[in-house]
């Protein structure tokens, strides 16, 4: 698989992150009940890192939490694969009843991670809202989810792949198309 085309560089994606923290505080109307709960494995990062913007912001420290989801996809080219998003592990200490959840990932795609996560969160309970960040939307969803804040929509083809790099996972912060 070769890279294609470099979409964003490290200062595209610190201003994605600044952009989405307004986003979710003016959508919220602040900081109130907010809990930011990231799915592994860039999710954790990305939540991460909007909870440090909105400190800088606002000065309050919302929580958050972690998700570890699988998707068993054997070959993201081959459209009769059948994939299926398990819930590996659930790290969320904080209760989510009544809180407005905010599910952060690194690439949305057919859906089928966020749905299991959204599974997993009313499972723990009744929260007053579930909304989803992604760095990158990339279209071809296979249900009918869609993300409150969007990093950079990449419309691709089903061949192609999207890597995002995160320093804290890998060395250095960059989103890549891959073919
Ligand atoms: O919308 P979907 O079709 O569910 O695809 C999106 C998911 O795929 C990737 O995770 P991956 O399973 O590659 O795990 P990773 O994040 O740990 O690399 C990505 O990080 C999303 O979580
Ligand atoms: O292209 C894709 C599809 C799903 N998950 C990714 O990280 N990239």
């Known amino acids: 698989m070769n890279e294609k085309t470099k979409i964003l560089d ?5 201003r994605a992150i600044k952009r989405i923290s307004h ?6 109307k602040g900081t109130e009940d907010l809990l930011l709960v ?8 990305l939540a991460n ?4 913007q909105i400190k800088e912001i606002e000065g309050v420290d919302v929580e958050t939490g972690e ?11 081959n459209k009769d694969t059948q994939d299926e998003a398990t819930v590996n592990q659930t790290n969320i200490t904080s209760t989510v009843q009544g809180k407005k959840v905010v599910l952060l990932d690194d690439v949305l795609y ?16 009744r929260p007053k809202t579930i909304q989803l960040g ?14 409150d804040y969007v990093g950079k929509n990449i419309p691709t083809a089903t061949n192609e792949v ?3 790099k995160l320093s804290e996972v890998d060395e250095q912060d960059e989103v890549s198309i891959y073919e």
């Open 110 to 125: 057919t859906g089928r991670t966020v749905r299991a996560a959204m599974d997993a969160i009313i499972d723990l309970g």
């Open 67 to 77: 998700l570890d989801i699988s998707l068993y996809r054997d070959d993201l080219s």
């Open 23 to 28: 986003e979710i505080l003016e959508k919220n």
């Open 134 to 147: 992604v760095l990158v939307d990339r279209g071809h969803r296979e249900l009918p989810i869609r993300a």
């Open 10 to 14: 490290d200062a595209a994606i610190s």
């Open 162 to 164: 999207i890597k995002v």
């Open 49 to 52: 890192r909007i909870q440090q």
């Open 38 to 45: 990231g799915i592994k494995t860039r999710g954790t990062p």
